[in-house]
């Protein structure tokens, strides 16, 4: 099957008992037994749910993975991963990260003693030399948040397992439609399935996809423990919302190349970020690892906080929110929003610049996003 159709139809066969053509929605905590620990598969919903069950083995063929779990959130997911370490395990992330992981890296992780080295990951010089004896975990996000930068899952992947290092990719921006990280050497590949795999903002989801059984084994040990999983109507709302995640994608990228492209004729905009542009320094490699370059745009408007908040107060078709990957398109301030809990010092010197603005280009009629910017930029 080719992606469309396994978007539309794995996992999700016609219902045995009622022929139903579409998962129900199994609403229920937990699930009759004909006699002691003799059921049909499921138990309790916390650990299993037809409807969840769908959704995991969607998405797993989807990244061409094998296991797929799903979880209530995109950092219950990492959160989940990261949990199979160890006090005095390191772990090797990028500088450039989403806030999101930072806060549950410094707040979470960092005071029982898993050790994490933030490196320069367009720098595999960097990557390499951050390798210790204990280091059992290499983190990729790729194109990053917010300023889209590209980096290389194949070398990266190469360098870590000759340290025999877990390779992760958090995939949420360029999705399975545009880039499957798991046929590039990773070993997990993670998803806020907020966004675009649900992509109509409104659910709240995660996904950790993978081959390895023994590591599949461990983090559903963590999940059925901990128990951070999606109801069976959010399962079912994903479902419903990856049905049209190639055709969605297709939008996006044709709308954020032109959103781009305006953006770069207009005169209060410094920089534009957009990894399908020939200058942005990660296009080539974007070009080798994934087939398309995803529905974000970052630029720095000429001025500061109050020349953005002036731009937001313009909008009309764009909404001043958090999230992306939704159907509408929405601004973001990256540095009291999705990065908020980063230092200012850090925020400088990784792009997430007091003028800097993320577009989340959605799939309205295209004329009316540029006319929308255009008005907000006069």
């Given at each position: 099957m080719k992606f469309e159709t396994k978007a539309i139809w794995v996992g999700q066969e016609a219902d045995e008992t009622t022929g139903a053509t579409i998962?129900?929605?199994?609403?229920?905590?937990?699930?009759?037994?004909?006699?002691?620990?003799?059921?049909?598969?499921?138990?309790?919903?916390?650990?299993?749910?037809?409807?969840?069950?769908?959704?995991?083995?969607?998405?797993?063929?989807?990244?061409?993975?094998?296991?797929?779990?799903?979880?209530?959130?995109?950092?219950?997911?990492?959160?989940?991963?990261?949990?199979?370490?160890?006090?005095?395990?390191?772990?090797?992330?990028?500088?450039?990260?989403?806030?999101?992981?930072?806060?549950?890296?410094?707040?979470?992780?960092?005071?029982?003693?898993?050790?994490?080295?933030?490196?320069?990951?367009?720098?595999?010089?960097?990557?390499?030399?951050?390798?210790?004896?204990?280091?059992?975990?290499?983190?990729?996000?790729?194109?990053?948040?917010?300023?889209?930068?590209?980096?290389?899952?194949?070398?990266?992947?190469?360098?870590?397992?000759?340290?025999?290092?877990?390779?992760?990719?958090?995939?949420?921006?360029?999705?399975?439609?545009?880039?499957?990280?798991?046929?590039?050497?990773?070993?997990?590949?993670?998803?806020?399935?907020?966004?675009?795999?649900?992509?109509?903002?409104?659910?709240?989801?995660?996904?950790?996809?993978?081959?390895?059984?023994?590591?599949?084994?461990?983090?559903?040990?963590?999940?059925?423990?901990?128990?951070?999983?999606?109801?069976?109507?959010?399962?079912?709302l994903t479902l419903r919302g990856v049905k049209t995640l190639a055709i969605r994608m297709k939008q996006h990228e044709q709308n954020a190349f032109a959103v781009a492209q305006l953006l770069q004729t207009l005169p209060n905009v410094e920089k534009v970020f957009f990894p399908g542009l020939a200058d942005h320094p990660g296009h080539e490699i974007a070009k080798k690892q994934m087939t398309g370059f995803g529905g974000l745009v970052s630029f720095q408007i000429k001025g500061g906080l109050d020349e953005a908040n002036i731009f937001f107060k313009k909008l009309k078709v764009f909404q001043l929110a958090d999230s992306l990957g939704g159907v509408e398109s929405l601004a973001n301030y990256s540095a009291l929003m999705t990065h908020e809990s980063f230092p200012h010092d850090l925020r400088q010197k990784i792009g997430v610049t007091d003028n800097l603005i993320r577009l989340s280009i959605g799939i309205e009629h295209i004329d009316d996003l540029l006319e929308d910017l255009r008005n907000g930029l006069s």
């Open positions: 998962v129900p929605i199994y609403q229920t905590s937990t699930f009759t037994q004909s006699e002691v620990n003799k059921h049909k598969g499921y138990e309790y919903s916390r650990v299993a749910n037809p409807t969840r069950t769908a959704l995991d083995v969607c998405l797993a063929s989807l990244e061409e993975g094998k296991h797929g779990l799903t979880f209530s959130s995109g950092l219950a997911a990492e959160h989940a991963v990261l949990s199979v370490l160890r006090p005095d395990d390191h772990v090797i992330v990028p500088i450039d990260m989403y806030g999101g992981t930072y806060r549950l890296i410094k707040e979470v992780l960092e005071p029982y003693n898993i050790q994490f080295t933030f490196v320069d990951f367009t720098r595999l010089d960097e990557i390499e030399s951050a390798f210790l004896p204990n280091t059992k975990l290499v983190w990729i996000e790729t194109p990053t948040n917010p300023v889209l930068k590209i980096f290389d899952i194949s070398a990266i992947a190469l360098i870590s397992h000759n340290h025999n290092a877990i390779v992760v990719v958090d995939n949420t921006f360029a999705t399975p439609y545009f880039q499957k990280p798991l046929l590039l050497g990773a070993d997990i590949v993670i998803h806020s399935t907020t966004k675009y795999i649900n992509g109509h903002s409104d659910v709240i989801g995660g996904a950790v996809i993978l081959n390895d059984k023994i590591l599949y084994d461990k983090i559903f040990l963590i999940q059925k423990t901990v128990g951070a999983v999606p109801s069976p109507f959010d399962s079912w």
